[in-house]
């Protein structure tokens, strides 16, 4: 964060990165591999991890190839939703 702050002062950049936590995306939460579920982990010992996480589901590789909403499918709603809880909560801590 502090590299890439500085690298916009160099540049005359407007500085309004707000580092708010960390979103995991394509979380395989059938079967979780054991390196997944140790990073993980790790991740929420740094107090930053945000939930939900976003499920890996194989419909957000054909949607974004057919450039539709994955919302659109039965098989995107759960990916669509955590991102939509995930918008919420980030709002939330941006605007507090």
């Known amino acids: 964060m502090a590299a890439f ?3 916009m002062a160099l540049l005359g950049a407007v500085d309004r990165l707000t580092e708010v936590g960390i979103v ?9 591999p054991k390196d997944q579920t140790v990073a993980v982990e790790e991740l929420r010992e740094t107090g930053l991890l945000l939930t939900p996480l976003v499920p890996a589901r194989s419909i957000v590789p054909k949607a974004r190839l057919a450039c539709d909403w994955l919302g659109r499918y039965e098989k995107g709603e759960p990916v669509a939703t955590a991102y939509a809880d995930l918008a919420g909560l980030i709002f939330e801590r941006i605007t507090a």
Not at 24 to 32: L, P
Request: aromatic share 8%.
């Open 5 to 7: 702050k500085q690298s």
């Open 24 to 32: 995991v995306s394509d979380y395989k939460d059938h079967i979780t």
